[in-house]
T-cell receptor, first 115, second 110 residues
Framework: GAGVSQSPSNKVTEKGKDVELRCDPISGHTALYWYRQSLGQGLEFLIYFQGNSAPDKSGLPSDRFSAERTGGSVSTLTIQRTQQEDSAVYLC?????????????FGQGTRLTVV | AQSVTQLGSHVSVSEGALVLLRCNYSSSVPPYLFWYVQYPNQGLQLLLKYTSAATLVKGINGFEAEFKKSETSFHLTKPSAHMSDAAEYFCAVSAADMRFGAGTRLTVKP
């Protein structure tokens, strides 16, 4: 596609519910990143995929968080039993790691509000 | 793993004054370095990047950054601030994956 697409753009959920956030990276990009941006905070690294593999999952805040990537393309970030502290903007980015000097391109993010 | 430290969460300058945003990195391998900007209620966009071709990198909107290996720094500068430069600026390092600093909010006073 033309850019990184994330859906939904906004999500309000009740505490304790599960949510799924979707990311469609730029076509052909081998690397995909998930970050979390809380109000007034920086970008917290969550997870990185090279192809369908995630070499480092240590950034996921708790075992309620999981992510997968299929077909080297779409990725979903799942948060189970959501808590109020999960409220944040979740950003996805992709890059072509075969050309390591290229930058990451960001989606517009999913704003998650847990009430 | 690589990491980034941005010194100063908030920087305030007067319009026309020099902008200096500080970034120090840590990486076990030669890194690629980036500065991103996030304008209010907008997504992140690339400002400039260091790819080892030249230590002084020029970006958009008059910004530039200098890679100093001895100081492990990649500070962002602009000679004369404009009101439209008010935004959040993020330094990033790419090695094994891509990590960002905590960000610096730039305020420009008239």
């Amino acid at each position: 596609g033309a850019g990184v697409s994330q859906s939904p753009s906004n999500k309000v959920t009740e505490k304790g519910k599960d949510v799924e956030l979707r990311c469609d990276p730029i076509s052909g990009h081998t690397a995909l990143y998930w970050y979390r941006q809380s109000l007034g905070q920086g970008l917290e690294f969550l997870i990185y995929f090279q192809g369908n593999s995630a070499p480092d999952k240590s950034g996921l805040p708790s075992d309620r968080f999981s992510a997968e990537r299929t077909g080297g393309s779409v990725s979903t970030l799942t948060i189970q039993r959501t808590q109020q502290e999960d409220s944040a903007v979740y950003l996805c980015a992709s890059s072509d790691r075969d050309r390591e000097t290229t930058e990451a391109f960001f989606g517009q993010g999913t704003r998650l509000t847990v009430v | 793993a690589q990491s980034v430290t941005q010194l100063g969460s908030h920087v305030s300058v007067s319009e026309g004054a020099l902008v200096l945003l500080r970034c120090n990195y840590s990486s076990s391998v030669p890194p690629y370095l980036f500065w991103y900007v996030q304008y209010p209620n907008q997504g992140l966009q690339l400002l400039l990047k260091y790819t080892s071709a030249a230590t002084l990198v020029k970006g958009i909107n008059g910004f530039e950054a200098e890679f100093k290996k001895s100081e492990t720094s990649f500070h962002l500068t602009k000679p004369s601030a404009h009101m439209s430069d008010a935004a959040e600026y993020f330094c990033a390092v790419s090695a094994a994956d891509m990590r960002f600093g905590a960000g610096t909010r730039l305020t420009v006073k008239p």
